[in-house]
Nanobody, 113 residues
Framework: HVQLVESGGGTVQAGQSLRLSCVASGYSDGCMGWFRQAPGKEREGVASINSGGRTKYADSVMGRFTVSKDNAKNTVSLQMNSLRSEDTAMYYC??????????WGQGTQVTVS
C-alpha cells in the first residue's frame, strides 16, 4: 500500500520561503516530486527528481524552488524561496509529476499574500 504524506505548507508573505516535505511508504523507487493546483486552474507540474537525482522544474519556479530527495528516509522535499502570490495553491507530492500518475498525497496548502 503506497502512502504519501505531505507537510510544511502555510501562509507567508511574498518574498518569503517555505519548505515542503513528503514521506513515502510502500514506494521507494523511481521519480518523485510535486505538482500544484490552484482553485479554478488545471494541475501544474512543479518539480521532480528521479532515482538518479536528476531534477526537472517548471519554468515558473526555475531558480526559486529546489527539489531534493533523501533515499535513506524515503522523503522528498521542496524548498521554495522568493515566493509569489501566483505560487498560491494546494501542493501535492506524487510519483508522477508531469503526467497524471497512480499515487499522490492529500496535499498541503501554500498561501502567499
Amino acid at each position: 500500500h503506497v502512502q504519501l504524506v505531505e507537510s510544511g505548507g502555510g501562509t507567508v508573505q511574498a518574498g518569503q520561503s517555505l519548505r515542503l516535505s513528503c514521506v513515502a511508504s510502500g514506494y521507494s523507487d523511481g521519480c518523485m516530486g510535486w505538482f500544484r493546483q490552484a482553485p479554478g486552474k488545471e494541475r501544474e507540474g512543479v518539480a521532480s527528481i528521479n532515482s538518479g537525482g536528476r531534477t526537472k522544474y517548471a519554468d515558473s519556479v526555475m531558480g526559486r524552488f529546489t527539489v531534493s530527495k533523501d533515499n535513506a528516509k524515503n522523503t522528498v522535499s521542496l524548498q521554495m524561496n522568493s515566493l509569489r502570490s501566483e505560487d498560491t495553491a494546494m501542493y501535492y507530492c506524487a510519483n508522477s509529476v508531469w503526467v497524471p500518475g497512480n499515487y499522490w498525497g492529500q496535499g498541503t496548502q501554500v498561501t502567499v499574500s
